[in-house]
């Protein structure tokens, strides 16, 4: 159980993420001319799609054999948000015997 807990406090990114994260601020200024209102998604190599759909984009990498913390999923708009990833869009993993 304590791992679960030190797990749950810790809410530093991965350096993937971190990358994935650098790298979509990098191209905002360029995403801003030619994507507007369409949401990305970042690895630590870049931008690797984009959609309408934000869910669906979650779901095509999860689908990828990616976990959250590998790849950003974010709207391009001024404010530039980044989505929330919750644990529930994505469906139960076999290994995953912890309770919802």
């Known amino acids: ?12 990114p991965t350096p ?12 905002l200024p360029g995403l801003l001319k030619t994507k507007l209102g369409r949401w990305v998604v970042y690895t630590q190599q870049g931008q690797v799609a984009e959609g309408t759909d934000e869910l669906a ?34 469906p139960p993993s076999s290994a995953d015997n912890s309770p919802a």
């Open 1 to 12: 159980m304590s791992g679960l807990l030190e797990s749950a406090s810790d809410t530093r």
């Open 16 to 27: 993937e993420l971190a990358a994935a994260s650098q790298a979509f601020f990098r191209d």
């Open 57 to 90: 984009l979650f779901r095509e990498f999860a689908h990828r054999g990616m976990t959250p913390d590998q790849f950003l999923v974010a709207r391009v708009e001024p404010d530039a948000p980044v989505a929330d990833v919750s644990d529930s869009w994505f």
